[in-house]
């Protein structure tokens, strides 16, 4: 059918955050509806609309740390930490 291509396929993402990201953002865990071939930082946008990406924040797909331009899939669960401060 014409037009089919520029259909946007739905994913869920399930999103968490930890320590003191969790604390300031007041948010434990998210199931979030996202776009297809968001990447983690898109993701964080849609997530944590009122805050930016911090720069050094550590972001985790299905327990594998990965950079925030990764993208993401269907059914991926998303960590994100905040940076470890100190030797």
Request: charged share 30%; aromatic share 10%; net charge positive.
């Given at each position: 059918a014409p037009g089919h291509a520029t259909q946007v396929?739905?994913?869920?993402?399930?999103?968490?955050?930890?320590?003191?990201?969790?604390?300031?953002?007041?948010?434990?865990?998210r199931l979030l509806t996202v776009p297809d071939n968001i990447t983690v930082a898109e993701l964080w946008s849609v997530a944590v609309p009122e805050q930016p990406l911090p720069?050094?924040?550590?972001?985790?797909?299905?327990m594998e740390y990965v950079k925030v331009d990764c993208p993401l899939a269907d059914g991926d669960e998303v960590a994100f930490f905040p940076p470890v401060t100190g030797g």
């Open positions: 396929f739905m994913m869920r993402i399930q999103v968490r955050f930890f320590a003191a990201l969790r604390e300031r953002l007041g948010v434990a865990e720069d050094n924040v550590l972001a985790a797909r299905n």
